[in-house]
């Protein structure tokens, strides 16, 4: 008698629907099935985070009729499981053909490819409740009292979370929804970064505190109305004491996660142009005051204020930059960021490692943008909590545009620059549709 053919199937869900029993059912249909169950964390690194653990998912799957086996499943790739079950076939729906799961279905034929398994797909069907449910879920994670905390969340669930940096409602979206998939797992940033460089050049004017409170008051909202993930203010200088104290109160409502303010005074100019521009940085005292004040206006236990250092820009050196560190820290601070504009990293690795030496608490940020060799991975060994890509969107996104507006005036008309850099006229009417 021919040996009963196996099927396996993953399931990330904690919604179970019609369209999932119905799958589960032609699963069966086909052999004895395996279910794989995504981990919570699994799930949350690409969809949000699931309402029922995984055990109790698992367990919910185990009771449907057709599932003969359940297992968890680490990855949102396919490797682990058909390696070691080697299925007849895999089932899924059609819908991972586009989006973010297209690389795993990718990488999923590739495998089966390799001991002669066979993918069958069938015709996902949209469920109009459990749409509407997820819609709800993932409005709910926009709303200003769930979106706060969730950046102190992820870092105590995660150690190290990475940000980049949106300055309207489309590198919004970007930051929010870029997904990618490498060894088997989807990444994606954790949170934006609202950068002071960024929302200046936006809007055609230098990184000297110019742009005004209210003017980034704008971009934030601007942002936030199409995002859900966690923000981070680069909150310039702070302004006055007196004003801080009122910011502070202005952000932790609207619910943006922390404000990173840096300990200088006078007209602010970027780091980057260290003491190539004139730039005085302020005393522990003064400073310390600053995050004081700030720290007693707040309402909340999940809005940080996190301490800049600028002790390496201004070449005082790695000491300075530890004794302000603590200081700041002392004062209320819930971090530190510490910069450099050096594009060797020993010297911010080295304040990272004695920094954590002492304190293996207080919120450890840095914004590699000249010493960009170090990963993420490596990061981590040092103890940093949040990595921020703090210009790449607008670094990437001018060049492109300028290079299409030259080659548009070269040619006296748009067919070359069409072709060699736009997008398709109907991918951008439809980039945003309607709710
Ligand atoms: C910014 O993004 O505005 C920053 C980081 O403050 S840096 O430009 O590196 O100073
Ligand atoms: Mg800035």
Same mark, same amino acid.
């Given at each position: 008698?021919?040996?009963? @053919?196996?099927?396996?199937?993953?399931?990330?869900?904690?919604?179970?629907?019609?369209?999932?029993?119905?799958?589960?059912?032609?699963?069966?249909?086909?052999?004895?099935?395996?279910?794989?169950?995504?981990?919570?964390?699994?799930?949350?690194?690409?969809?949000?985070?699931?309402?029922?653990?995984?055990?109790?998912?698992? @367990?919910?799957?185990?009771?449907?009729?057709?599932?003969?086996?359940?297992?968890?499943?680490?990855?949102?790739?396919?490797?682990?499981?058909?390696?070691?079950?080697?299925?007849?076939?895999?089932?899924?729906?059609?819908?991972?053909?586009?989006?973010?799961?297209?690389?795993?279905?990718?990488?999923?034929?590739?495998?089966?490819?390799?001991?002669?398994?066979?993918?069958?797909?069938?015709?996902?069907?949209? !469920?109009?409740?459990?749409?509407?449910?997820?819609?709800?879920?993932?409005?709910?994670?926009?709303?200003?009292?769930?979106?706060?905390?969730?950046?102190?969340?992820?870092?105590?669930?995660?150690?190290?979370?990475?940000?980049?940096?949106?300055? !309207?409602?489309?590198?919004?979206?970007?930051?929010?929804?870029?997904?990618?998939?490498?060894?088997?797992?989807?990444?994606?940033?954790?949170?934006?970064?609202?950068?002071?460089?960024?929302? &200046?050049?936006? =809007?055609?004017?230098?990184?000297?505190?110019?742009?005004?409170?209210?003017?980034?008051?704008?971009?934030?909202?601007?942002?936030?109305?199409?995002?859900? =993930?966690?923000?981070?203010?680069?909150?310039?200088?702070?302004?006055?004491?007196?004003?801080?104290?009122?910011?502070?109160?202005?952000?932790?409502?609207?619910?943006? &996660?922390?404000?990173?303010?840096?300990?200088?005074?006078?007209?602010?100019? !970027?780091?980057?142009?260290?003491?190539?521009?004139?730039?005085?940085?302020?005393?522990?005292?003064?400073?310390?005051? =600053?995050?004081?004040?700030?720290?007693?206006?707040?309402?909340?236990?999940?809005?940080?204020?996190?301490?800049?250092?600028?002790?390496?820009?201004?070449?005082?050196?790695?000491?300075?930059?530890?004794?302000?560190?603590?200081?700041?820290?002392?004062?209320?601070?819930?971090?530190?960021?510490?910069?450099?504009?050096?594009?060797?990293?020993?010297?911010?690795?080295?304040?990272?490692?004695?920094?954590?030496?002492?304190?293996?608490?207080?919120?450890?940020?840095?914004?590699?943008?000249?010493?960009? &060799?170090?990963?993420?991975?490596?990061?981590?060994?040092?103890?940093? !909590?949040?990595?921020?890509?703090?210009?790449?969107?607008?670094?990437?996104?001018?060049?492109?545009?300028?290079?299409?507006?030259?080659?548009?005036?070269?040619?006296?008309?748009? @067919?070359?620059?069409?072709?060699?850099?736009?997008?398709?006229?109907?991918?951008?009417?439809?980039?945003?549709?309607?709710?």
């Amino acid at each position: 008698m021919a040996e009963k @053919k196996t099927v396996f199937m993953s399931i990330g869900t904690d919604v179970i629907h019609g369209g999932h029993m119905e799958i589960i059912h032609k699963a069966a249909e086909l052999g004895e099935l395996t279910v794989g169950v995504l981990t919570d964390e699994v799930v949350a690194s690409y969809k949000r985070h699931p309402l029922l653990t995984c055990e109790e998912r698992m @367990k919910v799957v185990a009771g449907l009729k057709g599932v003969a086996n359940v297992i968890r499943q680490n990855e949102i790739g396919y490797a682990v499981p058909l390696r070691t079950l080697r299925p007849d076939y895999v089932v899924h729906g059609d819908d991972w053909r586009e989006g973010f799961q297209k690389p795993v279905r990718e990488e999923c034929l590739a495998l089966l490819a390799e001991y002669g398994g066979e993918l069958v797909e069938f015709p996902y069907s949209h !469920n109009g409740e459990y749409d509407r449910l997820e819609a709800a879920a993932r409005a709910q994670a926009s709303i200003p009292d769930l979106r706060r905390g969730r950046l102190k969340q992820l870092i105590e669930r995660k150690g190290l979370v990475t940000c980049m940096e949106a300055h !309207n409602g489309l590198t919004g979206l970007i930051t929010e929804k870029t997904a990618v998939m490498v060894n088997g797992e989807i990444r994606q940033f954790d949170g934006m970064w609202v950068s002071s460089l960024c929302d &200046s050049t936006t =809007k055609g004017k230098p990184d000297i505190e110019l742009v005004d409170f209210s003017s980034r008051m704008n971009t934030i909202n601007e942002i936030m109305d199409v995002t859900t =993930k966690p923000m981070i203010l680069d909150g310039d200088t702070g302004g006055l004491t007196e004003h801080f104290v009122y910011t502070v109160r202005t952000l932790e409502r609207i619910g943006v &996660s922390a404000v990173i303010i840096e300990d200088k005074v006078g007209l602010k100019r !970027n780091s980057l142009f260290g003491t190539e521009a004139s730039q005085q940085q302020d005393s522990v005292e003064n400073f310390c005051h =600053k995050i004081a004040a700030g720290k007693k206006a707040l309402r909340t236990s999940e809005f940080m204020i996190i301490a800049r250092i600028e002790s390496l820009i201004l070449d005082q050196g790695i000491e300075d930059a530890l004794n302000r560190a603590f200081a700041y820290v002392e004062a209320g601070a819930s971090g530190v960021m510490i910069h450099s504009r050096r594009k060797e990293p020993d010297e911010i690795c080295a304040f990272c490692r004695r920094f954590r030496e002492k304190d293996q608490n207080a919120v450890l940020v840095v914004v590699p943008t000249s010493f960009n &060799s170090v990963t993420e991975e490596e990061w981590k060994g040092y103890g940093v !909590n949040v990595v921020i890509y703090a210009n790449h969107l607008i670094r990437s996104g001018y060049p492109a545009m300028q290079k299409t507006a030259e080659t548009i005036l070269r040619c006296g008309r748009a @067919k070359e620059a069409d072709e060699a850099y736009c997008m398709p006229i109907k991918e951008i009417l439809t980039l945003i549709p309607e709710e």
